[in-house]
């Protein structure tokens, strides 16, 4: 699933949260990527894009729950103990993936009487969350073996990101078991495998990846391309048209895309289209942005919002680049013209980040699961049974 379609599933008035949290982490065009569809976020891997995903959710989510107070401890490790609120974030995140699983049926009436890999929803939410709970010891005794430390640079980012979203969720955080300190706890930990995922892949790293190796994957496993819809779907009924009424759309597509052969404009094109399909509807004409591109950008065997799935692999397979084609699905037709993939220096530079995530996310992500199942943490059983995932119901209440 992609992280825009997922996106699109959040609520209204909780996408606001979702902006803001890209925001502040990247900029612009990072969080633009970001919401794009670039990450794949199916199957029960957590990837990194799955742990940004379900961080942010875990933000949203926890808005509409109440349930007890935070004054338990979870776990111990160096002489450190972990905040219940700390192991109550990870089984909000267990839950989440557990609701991105092919297994998961969100139409069951009670949703813990979902089974995951053959185990109960609750036994499988409960034993994820202490796996990342012994992810969250992994990262912090990493951290200190690597020498590393935060700067005073990173320690303002992170206060600043606590103060500026905190004061949003403290109620219903309190409520739910989780204090300003154990949030503060959280947002420091993922800072730190932030760092030393840079530092794992940075020049002088286990595993160096250059600039090089990150521009030859964008320009292997991504796709750019303009794009003129036209829709065989009744805009009425949003149900298939019939055969004759097929057929017009795609006579009308084939003009287009017989123009875009001839050399005509996508962009002036793209334009034309969209004043006409606001014609064909009877709504006001469209503004139009003299300044856009329209240039889309797709990943490889990853979901978009932007097109199908069918419609994805045939620009990969068929489409070349600067050579209009016509293709279709059961929604509709599309003129494509491909572009070739040549960021300039300051946006390859704005996507490195996110580009080295994406390559290397996943894999991280296993060597800290890896770490985890090594580290010596002693946990406080009895707490962590008082903390039941099944009170996580509340968060499909609605207020």
Not at 41 to 47: E, K, S, V
Not at 287 to 303: H, N, P, W
Request: with cysteine; aromatic share 12%.
């Amino acid at each position: 699933m992609a992280l825009q379609s997922y996106f699109l599933a959040i609520p209204d008035i909780h996408k606001n949260v979702l902006d803001f949290f890209l925001k502040n982490r990247y900029n612009e065009k990072q969080a633009l990527y970001l919401r794009t569809g670039q990450f794949s976020l199916g199957g029960a891997n957590m990837n990194f894009a799955k742990k940004i995903t379900a961080f942010l959710l875990t933000a949203m989510l926890c808005i509409s729950l109440t349930s007890c107070g935070d004054d338990g401890v979870a776990a111990e490790f160096d002489g450190q103990e972990i905040p219940a609120g700390v192991y109550i974030l990870q089984q909000v995140m267990a839950l989440n993936e557990a609701q991105q699983s092919e297994n998961y049926d969100s139409s069951l009436e009670d949703i813990w009487d979902n089974t995951i890999e053959d185990k109960s929803l609750e036994e499988w939410v409960n034993e994820k969350a202490l796996e990342y709970l012994k992810n969250y010891v992994a990262v912090e005794q990493w951290f200190d073996e690597e020498g590393l430390t935060l700067s005073e640079e990173d320690l303002e980012s992170i206060d600043y990101t606590v103060e500026s979203t905190w004061p949003n969720y403290e109620d219903s955080y309190n409520d739910i078991g989780i204090a300003e300190s154990s949030y503060e706890l959280y947002q420091t930990n993922q800072y730190k495998y932030n760092l030393l995922f840079q530092k794992y892949y940075g020049e002088d790293g286990t595993e160096p990846i250059t600039d090089d190796d990150l521009m030859e994957y964008y320009q292997t496993d991504f796709a750019q391309f303009q794009m003129i819809s036209f829709s065989t779907l009744d805009p009425s009924t949003y149900e298939a048209m019939d055969d004759a009424e097929k057929e017009e759309v795609k006579e009308k597509a084939e003009s287009y895309l017989q123009r875009a052969q001839d050399g005509e404009d996508m962009v002036t094109l793209i334009n034309e289209r969209a004043k006409e399909y606001a014609e064909e509807r009877g709504q006001e004409e469209p503004e139009i942005d003299e300044t856009q591109t329209y240039v889309r950008t797709i990943k490889k065997d990853t979901s978009s919002y932007y097109v199908s799935d069918d419609v994805r692999d045939a620009i990969f397979s068929q489409a070349e680049i600067g050579e209009p084609i016509l293709l279709s699905d059961d929604n509709g037709y599309y003129v494509i013209k491909r572009q070739e993939v040549s960021p300039t220096e300051d946006d390859f530079e704005e996507l490195k980040e996110s580009l080295l995530y994406d390559l290397k996310g996943e894999d991280f992500q296993d060597i800290v699961t890896q770490r985890g199942k090594e580290v010596s943490v002693s946990l406080h059983d009895d707490s962590i049974k008082d903390y039941k995932a099944t009170k996580l119901s509340k968060l499909f209440e609605t207020n």
